[in-house]
């Protein structure tokens, strides 16, 4: 069954460095999506990307944040100058276009971020 | 922006136990996920069940979209039940862009 990748699973870095984040969506889905958890905490919604542009996006994904898809298969997060706070679990999700399918998403295993 | 509360916050049972975890949310949506949270941190899609039920072996869920609120049911617990459950909502019209309750954290004692 095809699944959502994501490399890679534990991120150590140290405070201003900067860390970039990969994901393999299903390779049929068009819709794709970054989501973030401090630890305790629940799932909050970074930005979704749709088309080669970004669609949408919250309070959270300020400058220090940027997403790419450089090629046909990778999309990437990658922060600018990472802070203390930024340790998290980031997880990719990707889904099909709407319609006869639905909305459904589907997740990647996360990469635990940690900053020191 | 449509908001969604999860009840009740922490559930503890005895293994064999029956349970029901509710989702309340606030809108109309065109998406609704429940989700396991393993102990890696994992998020395991239980169901995607923007309306009606559906059964997957000791789980079962359903969704009145009508009057905004889904709920998860876990037949006969099992120890490794154990974890957090979360629901998850995309608004009507929106991109699709799941909006995540706090979550129920189940432990299931043997």
């Known amino acids: 069954e095809p699944e959502v990748t994501q490399t890679p699973s534990h991120q150590v870095t140290q405070m201003g460095q900067e860390v970039i984040l990969r994901c393999v969506p299903i390779s049929n889905h068009l819709y794709f999506y970054w989501y973030r958890q401090i630890l305790g905490q629940k799932v909050e919604f970074l930005v979704s990307?749709?088309?080669?542009?970004?669609?949408?996006k919250s309070e959270i994904f300020d400058d220090q944040f940027s997403v790419e898809r450089p090629d046909g298969s990778n999309f990437t997060l990658k922060i600018r100058s990472t802070k203390l706070e930024d340790s998290a679990m980031y997880f990719c999700?990707?889904?099909?276009?709407?319609?006869?399918?639905?909305?459904?998403?589907?997740f990647g295993p996360g990469t635990r971020l940690t900053v020191t | 922006g449509i908001q969604v509360e999860q009840s009740p916050p922490d559930l503890i049972l005895q293994e064999g136990a029956n349970s029901t975890l509710r989702c309340n949310f606030s809108d109309s949506v065109n998406n609704l996920q429940w989700f396991h949270q393993n102990p890696w941190g994992q998020l395991i899609n239980l169901f995607y069940?923007?309306?009606g039920t559906k059964q997957n072996g000791r789980l079962s869920a359903t969704t009145v979209a009508t009057e905004r609120y889904s709920l998860l049911y876990i037949s006969s617990s099992q120890t490794t039940d154990s974890g957090v459950y979360f629901c998850a909502v995309a608004e009507g019209g929106s991109q699709g862009n799941l909006i995540f309750g706090k979550g129920t954290k189940l432990s299931v004692k043997p």
């Open positions: 069940i923007p309306s």
């Open positions: 990307f749709y088309n080669n542009e970004i669609s949408e």
């Open positions: 999700a990707s889904r099909t276009p709407s319609g006869r399918v639905g909305y459904e998403q589907y």
